[in-house]
């Protein structure tokens, strides 16, 4: 049903806008993997801390429509995010995630729930009214740069694209061999020079 898909992909664009329009900072603590709505949900975040096990990206199968990755364009730049979109499997690590701008640190994975919590003890020190103020001002100036306007299309053409012949056949060859098989078939190192130019 593209209707029904339609509404429940745009549930979640509105709970990372509520995140987005909270008053009170949000910091997100990335570590592992990160994949799908996971690294959409951290564009929401006002601070992205990642550990340096961290890995970044779309959906390891080519199922979706462009609901991630237009999130991402803000960030990282229009290349990067159809860099990560259109190579299946493609990932980034943590240090590429800050070099990125995606993240604003890369902490040792074991340091990642203390780094957090001590920058957010640094960030409580301010008032909550003062916070407030401040992300309300730094806000309009993201979506004055099209930042909510990437939204606006991203649920429909996510659940369009998940009733096209390719999709439901790729789904089919998940339910048939399982998605681990599937996943297999995508499966690239990420995209780095040494990838591209085929050095060893």
Not at 70 to 95: C, I, Y
Not at 125 to 139: D, Q, R, T, Y
Request: hydrophobic residues 50%.
């Amino acid at each position: 049903d593209v209707v029904a898909d339609r509404e429940r992909l745009q549930r979640n664009v509105e709970r990372w806008l509520a995140m987005w329009d909270h008053p009170k900072p949000v910091i997100a603590a990335v570590h592992g993997y990160c994949f799908g709505v996971a690294a959409q949900m951290c564009v929401f975040a006002d601070i992205t801390i990642v550990a340096d096990d961290v890995r970044i990206g779309e959906p390891k199968v080519p199922i979706g429509g462009g609901y991630v990755a237009p999130t991402w364009v803000g960030l990282v730049g229009v290349k990067r995010a159809k860099e990560l979109a259109f190579v299946p499997g493609n990932s980034v690590d943590g240090p590429t995630a800050v070099e990125w701008g995606w993240a604003n640190h890369c902490v040792p994975a074991a340091d990642l729930v203390a780094s957090v919590g001590r920058l957010a003890e640094r960030v409580a020190l301010v008032p909550p009214e003062v916070l407030g103020i401040k992300k309300l001002a730094m806000n309009p100036a993201a979506e004055a740069a099209g930042f909510r306007q990437s939204l606006s299309g991203i649920a429909e053409m996510d659940s369009l694209l998940h009733v096209a012949p390719a999709v439901l056949e790729m789904r089919a060859r998940m339910k048939e061999h399982g998605l681990k098989a599937v996943i297999q078939e995508f499966k690239v190192p990420p995209t780095t020079p040494l990838t591209i130019t085929g050095e060893e």
